[in-house]
């Protein structure tokens, strides 16, 4: 089973996650970071809008784990 993992020490709350799959990513109303709503994908679309995610991140926070 994939899992998102998110570094929210290295997030600098772009919100490049959001636009790309609001259903598993929000951002911190205190200071935009990254919030996972989801951290399993349901289905193969989930996971692509994850790695899709995952290589847009332009602070490397985003990661995909087996």
């Known amino acids: 089973m994939t899992t998102i993992v998110a570094d929210v020490g290295r997030c600098v709350g772009s919100g490049q996650c959001v636009l790309t799959d609001p259903d598993a990513f929000d951002q911190s109303e205190e200071d935009g970071t990254v919030v996972l709503l989801q951290d399993t994908p349901a289905d193969d ?3 692509k809008r994850a790695r899709t995610a995952v ?3 332009p602070s490397r926070a985003l990661s995909l784990a087996e």
């Open 45 to 47: 679309e989930a996971l």
């Open 55 to 57: 290589d847009i991140c």
